[in-house]
């Protein structure tokens, strides 16, 4: 069983900046992709972001040159790095471990989630 605990969501400023944190319990997080997704009042959870067992990262179009995912398997953590925020990328971002490591756009492919964080972007 893994537990992923996500941190650093807020509010923010059009044009600012963030950086999520997702802890993970358990021995074998370096095996694991990890992935960010996050859902938005009234739309389905959507995918963002994801970094494999390998360190090969994927994004979405809409994350593409602003957002950037990154690993340290040493602190058990993943992060993700947000500038230029815009006021769509208001939503509650997830952290998500899928047990086979390679990296999956879709939510229903990831094993184990967090409690989500909320980002709120103002205009």
């Known amino acids: 069983q893994v537990q992923l605990v996500e941190s650093g969501g807020g509010l923010v400023q059009a044009g600012g900046s963030l950086r999520l944190s997702c802890a993970a319990?358990?021995?074998t997080f370096s095996s694991y992709?990890?992935?960010?997704?996050r859902q938005a009042p009234g739309k389905e959870r959507?995918?963002?972001?994801a970094?494999?067992?390998s360190g090969v990262k994927y994004y979405s179009d809409s994350a593409k040159?602003?957002?950037?995912i990154s690993r340290d398997n040493a602190l058990n953590t993943v992060y993700l790095q947000m500038?230029?925020?815009?006021?769509?990328?208001?939503?509650?971002?997830y952290c998500a471990a899928r047990r086979r490591g390679l990296v999956s756009t879709t939510p229903e492919?990831?094993?184990?989630?967090?409690q989500g964080t909320q980002v709120t972007v103002s205009s």
């Open 83 to 93: 500038n230029n925020l815009k006021p769509e990328d208001t939503a509650v971002y």
């Open 65 to 68: 040159g602003r957002l950037t």
């Open 33 to 37: 992709a990890m992935g960010w997704l």
């Open 25 to 27: 319990s358990g021995r």
């Open 51 to 53: 970094i494999s067992w």
């Open 46 to 49: 959507e995918f963002v972001a």
């Open 109 to 114: 492919d990831y094993d184990y989630w967090g």
